[in-house]
């Protein structure tokens, strides 16, 4: 057991530092996914970590990866978390799916936009009728020549508003149990028959959408992977969702800790003694979740990454909802006299819903993990 | 590059949990405080944990010990918690560390290593830290020939324990000195480094400590949860109960997480480093242990609080163990005082 950091990965942190140092001027103080220019600027800064090669480093060099080990994705999430700069953007997930499923004409054609980050995408998995019990869900898609008809509702879809792709889970076999019936399709949200409508947050933010298709025609050469699929590739998916480098969960804890330690230390703080301890509790929380992903993402078996990302999500969100408490007493009365505090407080009641709840990765972490009997 | 115990480490715990499940073996609860064993051990089982090098694992070679790094000593000590070992093998082992760095002479060191003097360390009255003046308790001291002042190199003779909740270890207070006495074992004021790096290496352990507890309780309840039926199923296939395991899973791999890196950095890292590694693994581990510790009671209902049924006694070391070198919050005050006090 050996925590030493070897020294071509010390190299790399040394040129991602440089890198940053000239160019974190240019990063967005938060990422923003409002339909804004914040939106605009968060784009550019995105595009300018690809291209400078720091964006889906641990995916296939032919596709636009650098090959490198998963352990890398976390330190470009500590790396940034350090230049004050917004964590990486959060595709590992979809750029999963398509490397190990798809198509190599299908990667060849998706993956260099989204890893160069000048295409968008947005995830298509929930239904109004289907959030948990995702397996339930009806958006259909019915194969007709040289393509899928789709039918259907999507909602919840973050980015779905300016997405160029989407990739979207349907059912395609009708007369298959529920886990065996879907698909996984990418789909051009240019085509006709989508329609988008923006929803608001409880932020006030507007990043989500809902998404109805109405018709829409998509090649079936946009099929990933085989019929029938979709689940599977959908939970690979969220394994990878789940992680917490790969979403750069631990690159934003970091980045919000840092701000909150240097507001802190800032001359004129009202912090007190008390405050001052709960902020190195949290502190704490956030270097054990470093070390735990350190640990986790060196062990991961790129072929299986299995339900590990579970535990690793219920220890991010527990942090994380940890920390925003404390936050919320550190801003004192402009917690409830401004907006931005309170924002950011219930972004972290998000963190335990989406991608998959709380709910459902202790069912995943007792039975997989624990072999605890189902219900 | 995986981060994870070699053959060789696993080896080494797998034995270290093998002796220990034996000597915890015949240890004895009872049914209440009067029958409860002292955690005693016998002459042979001593002889037991001397002769597989347990005392002098780390102690350097030319002090009769064996070098290991602090990733073996905590292997070893989550093991001796894992059974809740009822002998004084942690105290020996931060008393002979503690005693080594202040240049102890390598005849006590080594009979230390052997067996044949027992050593404890000296705590403040709260048991936050190593005791700097006469005011002072023997922790993990059950059968300790003495315990060393390191300030004055002063060897005091121990009392009749002093009671207290951990059942397994026990607590004496320091004779009142006979005129002529104490004895000198001879030790020499060590460097800011040093200190910082015996700090570390004793907060690792007790993470260490935790961390075997936490996992026993948990493990323990995680098995009740798959036998016991109610309602005609067993108990964990009820949501309720299931989230209490899953939730106390992921405790024990965050704290496991913890305890390899600060274990890890006692030896691998500058010591400012190290101890700042340490303090947050040990602040992390008493809080985690705690709630594990009370959410095994709470899985096993009735039986969870009675005194027969082990679960009470994991409660008390995870309580005892995040009290001794400082609970959570002392951690997490110093931590503050060093992150936000103007320099």
């Known amino acids: 057991m050996d925590f030493t950091e070897p020294p071509e990965v010390t190299r790399f942190r040394a040129e991602l530092r440089d890198w940053l140092a000239r160019e974190a001027s240019a990063a967005p103080g938060r990422a923003s996914y409002e339909p804004d220019e914040g939106l605009a600027r968060t784009q550019l800064w995105y595009r300018a970590l690809a291209q400078a090669g720091y964006v889906g480093v641990s995916l296939p060099v032919e596709y636009g990866g650098r090959g490198l080990p998963d352990s890398y994705e976390a330190v470009i999430n500590e790396e940034l978390a350090a230049a004050q700069a917004p964590p990486p953007p959060p595709i590992g997930h979809i750029a999963h799916a398509i490397a190990d499923f798809a198509s190599d004409e299908l990667k060849r054609r998706t993956l260099p936009g989204l890893l160069g980050c000048t295409a968008s995408w947005c995830q298509g998995f929930s239904e109004p009728g289907a959030g948990s019990d995702l397996a339930s869900l009806t958006t259909s898609a019915v194969h007709q020549g040289d393509a899928f008809v789709v039918n259907g509702q999507k909602i919840w879809t973050s980015g779905a508003m300016w997405a160029r792709w989407c990739l979207l889970l349907v059912r395609t076999e009708t007369d298959q149990p529920k886990h065996r019936g879907l698909s996984m399709l990418v789909v051009d949200m240019a085509s006709p028959g989508i329609d988008r409508r923006e929803i608001t947050l409880a932020t006030g933010n507007r990043e989500f959408a809902e998404v109805f298709f109405d018709g829409v025609q998509v090649p079936r050469a946009n099929l990933v992977g085989q019929r029938g699929q979709g689940w599977q590739i959908a939970m690979h998916m969220l394994t990878y969702e789940r992680g917490p480098a790969d979403m750069g969960w631990v690159g934003r804890l970091g980045h919000v800790l840092g701000t909150a330690v240097d507001t802190v230390r800032s001359a004129g703080s009202q912090a007190d003694e008390q405050l001052r301890r709960r902020l190195a509790s949290s502190m704490v929380d956030v270097q054990v979740l470093q070390w735990h992903v350190t640990r986790s993402l060196a062990n991961r078996n790129p072929a299986a990454p299995g339900s590990g990302g579970s535990l690793d999500k219920l220890l991010a969100t527990r942090v994380e909802q940890r920390l925003h408490h404390v936050l919320a007493d550190l801003a004192d009365a402009a917690f409830v006299l401004e907006d931005r505090p309170f924002a950011d407080y219930v972004w972290s009641r998000a963190q335990s819903v989406y991608g998959g709840t709380q709910q459902i990765q202790r069912r995943i972490v007792a039975q997989r993990l624990l072999g605890l009997p189902r219900g | ?343």
């Open chain 2, 1 to 343: 590059v995986t981060i994870d115990l070699d053959a060789e480490q696993r080896a080494f715990r797998d034995a270290c949990g093998k002796l220990a499940a034996d000597l915890a073996g015949s240890w004895r609860l009872g049914r209440g405080p009067d029958e409860v064993a002292p955690p005693q051990p016998s002459a042979p089982d001593w002889s037991r944990m001397a002769d597989i090098g347990w005392f002098g694992l780390r102690l350097r070679e030319e002090n009769g010990g064996a070098g290991a790094d602090a990733v073996y000593t905590g292997l070893l000590v989550e093991e001796l918690a894992r059974h809740a070992l009822p002998a004084p093998v942690l105290g020996t082992l931060i008393a002979a560390e503690q005693l080594q760095a202040h240049g102890a002479a390598p005849e006590l060191l080594g009979s230390i290593a052997a067996g044949s003097v027992r050593v404890a360390p000296l705590l403040r009255p709260d048991l936050s830290w190593f005791a700097a003046g006469p005011d002072a308790l023997a922790w993990d001291s059950a059968d300790a020939d003495f315990a060393v002042s390191v300030g004055d190199g002063a060897a005091h003779l121990l009392g009749e324990p002093v009671g207290g909740i951990d059942l397994t270890r026990s607590i004496r207070p320091p004779l009142p000195e006979p005129p002529g006495s104490p004895q000198e074992v001879g030790c020499r004021p060590i460097s800011a480094a040093d200190q910082d790096r015996l700090a570390a290496f004793a907060l690792a352990m007790l993470t260490a400590d935790l961390l075997g507890t936490m996992e026993a309780a948990h493990a323990a309840a995680v098995d009740y949860a798959r036998t016991r039926t109610q309602f005609g199923v067993p108990i964990g296939s009820f949501e309720a109960i299931a989230d209490l395991a899953a939730d106390g899973l992921v405790l024990v791999e965050a704290t496991r997480s913890a305890m390899w890196y600060a274990t890890w950095s006692v030896d691998a890292l500058a010591p400012p480093d190290a101890l700042r590694a340490a303090r947050m693994a040990k602040a992390f581990a008493s809080r985690a242990a705690v709630e594990v510790c009370e959410g095994a009671v709470q899985i096993f209902g009735g039986i969870g609080f009675t005194w027969e049924f082990p679960a009470h006694v994991w409660l008390r070391r995870a309580h005892a163990s995040r009290r001794v070198f400082g609970d959570e919050h002392r951690q997490e005050s110093l931590l503050a005082a060093q992150t936000f006090e103007v320099r």
